[in-house]
């Protein structure tokens, strides 16, 4: 059975499916600061010294930063609403099934922060999708209401932390000042561990970081990817997920797109001018950023609506068939991308600039893709995927 034919029979959509490899592109290519290097500084310490590392870097941000953690979300939200339905439709119970996923979603979030990426989203997804459960049976009205108060929490919680360090710099800047060392050393640490520690090194730092990032995670993108997981259930009781050619996508692709990219773009230009993450130009990039992602979210879910909109198409297949292992392609990134920087693979951490290591992400995710593409012409389900569902559906037949 053909990709094509079997999403049909499924009840499902190519836009998902289209959507979740697209995401898969730009997670990799925003995590690849932080993987080739310290996490605490990104590529702010070597990594943008010329114009052509710098405009990559203004690129990822302007177009994929907080939009493609978004755009996943989103899709979360479609996956649980079709996980809903398959209970309906086969008369089972929900919540055993759901419970189940969640928990292995976290012990496969463990497994890639240990050993691949400290950065992880899987984590933070299960806490999130633990809360989402509570929102099972809420009207599409209600889960949009919920998602843009939750949203709006979010811009105004990043620009809370924006202005709070821009009065401490402003207002006590000795303080602020003898703060920023600590925090490269902090960085000059991790890079020791990645550059030339042992695979146990790594794991330690790992952890170690891992702390403090679910920790910004939570306060930078956490409230408004549960926000994104319920636009994303609430597209699927309008019926929106199911009609790509709904007017509501060309409103998106039309309206949304240029303001998330002006708004998102002078963000990103900030970001460039900033020094990491204390620096105020940053935060308040972050901030505009923040609050252009939605806006261009929807625009890019408005252009894949029209790319699937349109019939058959090999390269459209193609890509929409890798989606289906989602989690396959994302922790299988994380994997190639610490072998090509930890000091137990290729070694290349801090060794080049932003352009070189978002090429390197950008093959990766090309390739992880592709990969889970041509799999499934050869089984049901991806590797991990397949794994997910034996737990998930443990004990039932």
């Known amino acids: 059975m053909t990709y094509l034919s079997e999403t049909q029979n499924a009840g499902r959509e190519v836009f998902p499916d289209l959507a979740r490899a697209f995401a898969l592109i730009g997670i990799a290519l925003v995590n690849v600061g932080v993987i080739a290097y310290p996490f605490m500084t990104g590529y702010s310490i070597g990594g943008l010294d010329t114009p052509i590392d710098q405009g990559a870097f203004w690129i990822v941000n302007a177009f994929f930063l907080m939009k493609s953690y978004t755009l996943f979300a989103f899709m979360f939200g479609v996956g649980f609403a079709y996980q809903i339905q398959s209970a309906e439709r086969r ?128 306060m930078m993108q956490g409230v408004g990817a549960l926000a994104f997981f319920m636009f994303g259930l609430s597209a699927v009781r309008r019926g929106t997920i199911s009609n790509p050619s709904a007017p509501f996508w060309k409103r998106c692709r039309h309206i949304f797109l240029p303001i998330g990219v002006l708004i998102s773009g002078y963000g990103a230009w900030l970001t460039v001018q900033g020094g990491g993450f204390m620096d105020v130009k940053t935060m308040l990039g972050m901030t505009l950023i923040m609050l252009g992602a939605p806006f261009s979210t929807a625009g890019y879910l408005g252009l894949i609506a029209k790319w699937a909109e349109t019939p058959g198409g090999t390269v459209k297949t193609f890509l929409a068939r890798g989606g289906t292992a989602s989690l396959t392609a994302y922790l299988m990134q994380g994997l190639l991308l610490s072998l090509i920087f930890n000091a137990y693979g290729l070694g290349l951490f801090e060794q080049y600039g932003a352009a070189t290591c978002i090429a390197i992400a950008l093959a990766v995710a090309l390739f992880s893709i592709s990969f889970t593409s041509v799999w499934r012409t050869k089984f049901k389900r991806g590797p991990l995927e397949e794994v997910l569902r034996r737990w998930t559906y443990l004990g039932e037949r």
């Open 91 to 218: 008369s089972v119970g929900f919540s055993g099934r759901y419970w189940r996923r969640i928990l292995g979603l976290l012990a496969f979030g463990f497994v890639n922060i240990a050993f691949l990426f400290q950065g992880d989203i899987l984590v933070i997804y299960a806490i999130l999708g633990s809360i989402l459960f509570l929102f099972r049976n809420a009207s599409a009205r209600t889960l949009s209401g919920w998602g843009i108060g939750l949203y709006t929490f979010q811009v105004l919680l990043v620009a809370f932390m924006a202005a709070g360090i821009w009065m401490w710099a402003t207002f006590d800047p000795e303080s602020y000042t003898s703060e920023l060392p600590t925090i490269y050393e902090q960085g000059l640490t991790a890079a020791e561990a990645f550059r030339s520690g042992s695979f146990v090194d790594t794991i330690h730092q790992r952890f170690i970081e891992w702390g403090g990032v679910i920790t910004f995670g939570m």
